[in-house]
């Protein structure tokens, strides 16, 4: 699996929804992801993607989006 | 010489806003004079504990000391090292000054502590997250210079907004560029006729005006409802002290912000429209935002982490629980050691845990959502908000546990 269908997947078990044609969605605004489904984000990325991820680097400016997830996941890799 | 305290009188604004003119002129220009600036900082925060309050000023003087010393010996150490347990001591020795002042009055019968100081929690806080985004790697070089800058930011240093060392180096380090300070200018006039308003006019009202009013009501009404005290006064005491909380605070974040607009230095906002919450964790998202997210990220997700990595629950649903347990009596606890503050935390942990319930249950179900819904849910939050302000305005205690009408 690569990054994208690995972030989608956790993403799938985090809200339950599939995100994969709303790859622009802010999951902090309308309210589908909240700080319990961030934690388990970061964690679940260390497991499955080994991206070291400190919990003060999470801004979620930065994080908003599976887009933008994606995105940081890659730099961080 | 008598001492000047932050934003309290006109005269004040005055000396502040002419001190602030050549900062302002060099800012239109697209420079920041960073000497002056701290000049200015220092030249008012020893304004603020001149004359009778310069035991405070010591204290603030060796406190800065501490603190200074600390994180530069962990910025020293974390450059090749990385321990838990020197990450924790140093942990332990940033929190101690401010676990001793909150301590001391439980303890000493109300006496305050020698070392305390007007704003000694909001250094406190700004250091610990300093120290917590050293050991995460976040910070990856330590400044001395621009954390001393930082900790004694002058605008905010009494009583917040709490700005990151991150986010304030940005500000610091570029000076910002014409339109946007411009525009910064524009806000920070607004901010700071909104803040007049706010605390001088709507505050003022309520807080010097009516609640003394109410509060005798209450008082001579103490008898009231088998003893309890509950009466129509009280009531009104829990409302009037809760717009008097709002504006008098927001009031004053305002000048912060604002103030720290003119010296070009982005502050976060600490209020947004709170009374318009729909819910519990939306008001956290809304009140004192500067400390609400400062307790997220550095309390909240870091309990959350730290719990589901080491599996302590096996349910995600006690993780949170357990997590917002510990946020809001932590948070209770730094209000000060007193059982009205407590009870606070815990009510406010109670609330937040029940609305998390009612949201999951409420998910993937029709339930109907219109404007009443929406009205409903905003009253119902507004009154659980006040009820819980009215128990940390400590009135409760003045009512049970006093006998003389003061």
């Keep these: ?77 | 010489m008598p001492s000047m305290q932050p934003y309290t009188d006109p005269r004040y604004f005055c000396i502040l806003l002419l001190a602030l003119a050549p900062l302002v002129l060099g800012l239109l220009r697209g420079r920041r004079h960073r000497n002056y600036e701290s000049i200015v900082s220092l030249v008012f925060i020893v304004l603020m504990f001149a004359g009778p309050k310069w035991q405070q000023g010591v204290s603030l003087i060796v406190y800065v000391a501490w603190q200074f010393g600390l994180i530069c010996a962990y910025a020293h150490y974390r450059k090749h090292n990385n321990a838990g347990w020197v990450y924790y001591l140093t942990l332990f020795a940033v929190i101690l000054p401010l676990a001793i002042v909150k301590i001391t009055p439980a303890v000493a019968g109300g006496q305050p502590s020698l070392i305390g100081f007007l704003g000694i929690s909001y250094l406190s806080f700004k250091a610990i997250g300093t120290l917590m985004e050293m050991r995460d790697g976040a910070i990856k070089e330590l400044r001395p210079l621009l954390y001393l800058s930082f900790l004694l930011f002058m605008p905010t240093i009494s009583s917040g907004p709490i700005d990151r060392y991150r986010h304030f180096a940005k500000s610091y380090d570029n000076a910002p560029s014409r339109d946007k300070y411009l525009d910064m200018l524009s806000h920070g006039v607004r901010y700071l006729f909104q803040g007049f308003l706010y605390k001088y006019i709507i505050g003022y009202y309520f807080g010097t005006i009516l609640l003394p009013i109410v509060a005798r009501r209450a008082l001579l009404d103490r008898a009231a409802a088998g003893g309890t005290g509950i009466s129509l006064a009280l009531v009104a005491y829990m409302y009037v002290y809760s717009m008097y909380l709002f504006f008098d605070f927001a009031g004053y974040s305002l000048f912060a912000v604002s103030v720290s607009n003119f010296m070009g230095i982005d502050t976060p906002m600490n209020f947004n429209q709170p009374f318009r919450a729909k819910n519990i964790k939306d008001f956290w998202n809304r009140w004192h935002m500067s400390l609400s997210f400062w307790f997220r990220d550095y309390v909240f997700m870091r309990i959350t982490f730290f719990t589901m990595k080491h599996r302590w629950f096996k349910k995600r649903v006690h993780i949170s629980q357990f997590a917002y347990l510990c946020n809001f009596l932590i948070m209770g606890f730094w209000h000060g050691v007193t059982w009205y503050y407590i009870t606070y935390g815990i009510f406010h942990a109670c609330a937040i845990i029940i609305n998390d319930i009612w949201l999951r249950f409420k998910k993937g179900k029709k339930l109907p959502s219109n404007r009443w819904t929406n009205a409903l849910a905003i009253f119902v939050t507004f009154n659980v908000v006040c009820f819980s302000f009215l128990i940390f305005s400590g009135f409760l205690n003045k009512l049970w546990f006093t006998t003389a009408i003061r």
């Design chain 1, 1 to 77: 699996m690569d990054v994208k269908e690995t972030v989608l997947s956790i993403l799938n078990d985090l809200t339950g929804e599939d995100l994969s044609d709303r790859m622009d969605e802010d999951l902090f605004a309308t309210g589908l992801m909240d700080s319990m489904d961030t934690v388990q984000l970061v964690l679940e990325l260390q497991e499955q993607l080994e991206v070291d991820i400190p919990v003060s680097e999470f801004d979620r400016k930065q994080w908003a989006t599976p887009n933008m997830i994606i995105t940081r996941v890659k730099e961080l890799q």
